[in-house]
C-alpha cells in the first residue's frame, strides 16, 4: 500500500473502538469490528483502499 492510496482510520468518522477485546476496532459504513484496523482489513479483501473514507470534521461547539 503506498502513501496516496493508505487511509489512517484513526481519522476517519466512521471508526470506532468497540468494548470487545477480541474486535477492539470497528468500522460504521461497512458495518464490521475487527482485530485489525478496518483499512487494512477492506485493502486485503479487495486489493483497493477504502472507498468509504471520509476526514473527521471538526465539533461545532
Known sequence: MTEETRRDCFKCRF???TWEPEHP????AMGFKTKQLPSMVVFQA???PCSYFKTKGKKES
Do not use: I, P, Q, T
Not at 476496532?25 to 460504521?28: M, T
Open 25 to 28: 476496532n470497528g468500522c460504521r
Open 46 to 48: 479487495s486489493g483497493k
Open 15 to 17: 471508526f470506532y473502538v
